[in-house]
T-cell receptor
Framework: GAGVSQSPSNKVTEKGKDVELRCDPISGHTALYWYRQSLGQGLEFLIY????????KSGLPSDRFSAERTGGSVSTLTIQRTQQEDSAVYLC????????????FGPGTRLLVL | QKEVEQDPGPLSVPEGAIVSLNCTYSNSAFQYFMWYRQYSRKGPELLMY????GNKEDGRFTAQVDKSSKYISLFIRDSQPSDSATYLC???????????FGRGTSLIVHP
């Protein structure tokens, strides 16, 4: 079956612009996660959705970052007024509600802020 | 001290070698332990998932958990050039759905 998909795969933007990153989880996976991975760094947790609600937003680095999920499926991560330090790979993962320890990742969106 | 420590490497080995990748952790509440493989410019792929202490084998891969020492390992037998990737350990407690990831170890298997 289809895995987690993300779009765009690459995004180059200018400092100060807004960007939207999209994630399509595996069908039937109610849990969805966003992470950020910078060069040489581990995975930095950003936000977690269970269904359409986000019980844990603790990882969002600033109020320029927001995310939503609609219909218990697609999620969008929005970064407003992008800064150069936002440049990273943004990864989305999904899992079954019952086995949330096993997450399935998408290929990521590589964001470069000039 | 980070909750999960993982040597970034790179670890370079010849084809056919047995590879040992390790992580240490400080949170005794961790009960679930995972290993992910990440190829360059790809997302992490779940390799192994274990609960509590002991060994789990899957083909050429063996995951080992020693909770008393707070130490986990991933062994790869008969390593192949296609095993060249970054290996991330991850772990979580029963009360948190958010795993804590290590930084990853870069493995290079040369022919």
């Amino acid at each position: 079956g289809a895995g987690v998909s993300q779009s765009p795969s690459n995004k180059v933007t200018e400092k100060g612009k807004d960007v939207e990153l999209r994630c399509d989880p595996i069908s039937g996976h109610t849990a969805l996660y966003w992470y950020r991975q910078s060069l040489g760094q581990g995975l930095e947790f950003l936000i977690y959705f269970q269904g359409n609600s986000a019980p844990d937003k603790s990882g969002l680095p600033s109020d320029r970052f927001s995310a939503e999920r609609t219909g218990g499926s697609v999620s969008t991560l929005t970064i407003q007024r992008t800064q150069q330090e936002d440049s990273a790979v943004y990864l989305c993962a999904s899992s079954l509600a019952q086995i949330q320890e096993t997450q399935y990742f998408g290929p990521g969106t590589r964001l470069l802020v000039l | 001290q980070k909750e999960v420590e993982q040597d970034p490497g790179p670890l370079s080995v010849p084809e056919g070698a047995i590879v040992s990748l390790n992580c240490t952790y400080s949170n005794s509440a961790f009960q679930y332990f995972m290993w992910y493989r990440q190829y360059s410019r790809k997302g992490p792929e779940l390799l192994m998932y274990t609960y509590s202490s002991g060994n789990k084998e899957d083909g050429r891969f063996t995951a080992q958990v020693d909770k008393s020492s707070k130490y986990i390992s991933l062994f790869i037998r008969d390593s192949q050039p296609s095993d060249s990737a970054t290996y991330l350990c991850a772990m979580s407690s029963g009360g948190s759905y958010i795993p804590t990831f290590g930084r990853g170890t870069s493995l290079i298997v040369h022919p």
